[in-house]
């Protein structure tokens, strides 16, 4: 089973961008996907990338968000960008993706320990 680790969270204020990184042990080839959990609040998938690099984004990041890859690296990107403090959760990569929706997190098998985001009004 892969092993994912994440970096790049913080603290930003409203309108401001962050870019998370995600870094897999070995090489996984299929979808991966970015989620998101705010306490009180089921996991939402936030971004999604096929293994031939076709994107999918949830409604709420749509146009704010671009989700990206390097194969090469091992690593997989989420680009944040015009920040809400509604954004503000733990994010987390996943990666051995079992079919059906790119965006629910029952169909992903591994998963990062998670960072914070925090936006600021």
């Known amino acids: 089973q892969v092993q994912l680790a994440e970096s790049g969270g913080g603290s930003v204020q409203a309108g401001g961008s962050l870019r998370l990184s995600c870094a897999a042990s070995?090489?996984?080839?299929?979808?991966k996907a970015w989620f998101r959990e705010v306490p009180g609040k089921e996991r939402e998938g936030v971004a999604a990338?096929?293994?031939?690099?076709?994107?999918f984004s949830g409604a709420s990041v749509q146009g704010r968000f671009i989700i990206s890859k390097d194969d090469a690296k091992n690593m997989l990107y989420l680009q944040m960008n015009s920040l809400k403090p509604e954004d503000t959760g733990i994010y987390y990569c996943?990666?051995?993706?079992?079919?059906?929706?790119?965006?629910?997190?029952?169909?992903?098998?591994?998963w990062g320990r998670g960072i914070q985001v925090t936006v600021s009004s």
């Open positions: 996943a990666a051995g993706f079992s079919g059906g929706s790119r965006l629910a997190p029952s169909n992903y098998r591994s």
């Open positions: 070995k090489s996984s080839p299929f979808n």
């Open positions: 990338i096929s293994g031939d690099g076709i994107t």
